[in-house]
């Protein structure tokens, strides 16, 4: 919004929204009310009935089955309940995509049968899948090295482009996320459900940093006299059936620190949850977002320059860190 009222002037947004809003009829302001049938039926969620459990943007807690197959199914395979429909997650790690898995998962498509669509978390799905066509549906992906058994899990990170080709990203949004991956992999936790990250690499939140389980969003930071990248964690975002809720801010970090806060982050969840219990109510229920960001200001440190170097050099850089921001497409 802030581009239409950059290019628009405030005046004339003002002037368009209120042109618009007298077609709201459900508006308690509009000079014909609020209609009947509203105050008749009400305006909770249809089918809430004045009660609403909200497992947030992650998956619901589940128990895993031992075994490849299995396990992939479990965390890759989604069936519709009203229609009985089989639809499979294809992995695209970082959500990038090479010309002989692109190929591999055309031919999929065709010899199938199936429709493809891509992921709002960079992944592909597969839809319209019979039982039966499973276990071959695993092996092709497995050759495609697309059937991790973590994806849109907790360690399949959202990341937008960064500061690889985006003009306003402040940090290398993707090679954080690849690093929180890596470190939840080496602690046992990349499988773990119910959670899920995004990371920006700026405050845009072309990455949904702000409606994730545990969201990022890139800053520069200065330390000893010097810029460093650094990142805002956020915590406790999600999109429920009824309810949207952004992120309420937890720290401040360093961008070398970050997944180490993941890995806090996600082992005491793993650990403390309640059956079926969503992160969003683990969280609460742990004393709320401002608690568990204390916990964590001691990552808030940078070393100095001679002690810790690599504080000062972002992900996927080889020269100490500078922000750089030009003009985007959004902007012109």
């Known amino acids: 919004m802030k581009w239409v009222v950059d290019n628009l002037g405030f005046d004339e947004v003002q002037r ?35 009660t609403v459990t909200d497992m947030g943007q992650g998956t619901p807690v589940v128990l895993r089955r031992p075994g490849a197959l299995s396990r992939w199914e479990d965390s890759n395979v989604i069936r519709g309940a009203a229609k009985g429909t089989v639809s499979a997650i294809a992995h695209a790690r970082l959500g990038d995509l090479t010309a002989e898995q692109f190929r591999g998962l055309a031919a999929i498509v065709r010899e199938f049968g199936v429709d493809v669509r891509v992921t709002n978390r960079q992944n ?5 899948l019979a039982e039966d066509q499973l276990p071959a549906l695993f092996d092709r992906l497995s050759a495609l090295d697309m059937a991790s058994p973590s994806a849109e899990l907790v360690s399949d990170v959202v990341a937008c482009p960064g500061a690889d080709t985006c003009n306003l990203a402040v940090t290398q949004s993707r090679g954080l ?3 929180i991956g890596i470190a939840l992999e080496k602690e046992g936790l990349a499988e773990v459900g119910g959670l899920r990250i995004n990371i920006s690499g700026c405050t845009n939140s072309c990455g949904q940093h702000h409606v994730a389980d545990i969201g990022f969003h890139g800053a520069e930071r200065r330390a000893h006299g010097r810029s460093a990248p650094g990142y805002t ?23 070398k620190a970050a997944p180490e806060a993941v890995v806090r982050v996600v082992r005491r ?17 742990s004393g709320g977002v401002a608690t568990l960001g204390r916990e964590l200001k001691e990552l808030d440190h940078f070393p100095t320059p001679e ?9 996927d850089e080889a020269v100490p860190y500078a922000a750089e921001i030009g003009a985007s497409e959004c902007a012109t």
């Open 233 to 255: 964690m956020l915590l406790g975002g999600f999109v429920g059936d009824a309810r949207i809720e952004f992120g309420e801010r937890a720290t401040r970090l360093p961008a």
């Open 269 to 285: 969840f793993n650990d403390e949850r309640l059956a079926g219990e969503s992160f969003r109510g683990w969280i609460d229920r």
């Open 16 to 50: 368009r929204v209120l042109a618009t809003r007298r077609f709201l009829l459900g508006s308690s302001s509009w000079p014909g009310g609020i209609p009947a049938v509203v105050l008749a039926a009400g305006d909770a969620p249809a089918g809430a009935e004045g």
């Open 307 to 315: 002690e810790g170097p690599d504080f000062f050099i972002d992900y």
């Open 124 to 128: 592909f799905a597969l839809r319209n």
């Open 177 to 179: 996320a690849d690093a």
